[in-house]
């Protein structure tokens, strides 16, 4: 089992900046490839970045590539979302999850792919 909580959402102007972070306990956090969710009213959880467990091999959503950065600290357990040049349509409530990973390279895009899912932290940027 693999608990894992969001925080350093906010409200923030267009073109501020956000770091999110994403705390894990339980099992090792080095076996698990993470990835970064977003959800709006109304809308369907869709996929922001992923890391690699391995942290070398990092994927982006087109929406954020070239202002969203992630990254990982093992030895905190803790991983990380750095955004910049945020937009109003980046308002969504945000999720971290967790996939086992034998593949150290490997990442994932999608919801079912991954085993565990923080609670969420909610984003708002104003125009």
């Known amino acids: 089992q693999v608990q894992l909580v969001e925080s350093g959402g906010g409200l923030v102007q267009a073109g501020g900046s956000l770091r999110l972070s994403c705390a894990a306990s339980g099992r090792t956090f080095s076996n698990y490839a993470m990835g970064w969710f977003r959800q709006a009213p109304g809308k369907e959880r869709e996929f922001v970045a992923a890391?690699?467990?391995?942290?070398?091999?990092?994927y982006y959503a087109d929406s954020v590539k070239g202002r969203f950065t992630i990254s990982g600290d093992n030895a905190k357990n803790t991983m990380y979302l750095q955004m910049n040049s945020l937009k109003p349509e980046d308002t969504a409530v945000y999720y971290c999850?967790?996939?086992?990973?034998?593949?150290?390279?490997?990442?994932?895009?999608?919801?079912?792919?991954?085993?565990?899912w923080g609670q969420g932290t909610q984003v708002t940027v104003s125009s």
């Open positions: 890391i690699s467990r391995s942290g070398t091999v990092t």
């Open positions: 999850a967790a996939a086992l990973a034998i593949n150290s390279r490997r990442y994932y895009v999608t919801v079912n792919e991954y085993n565990y």
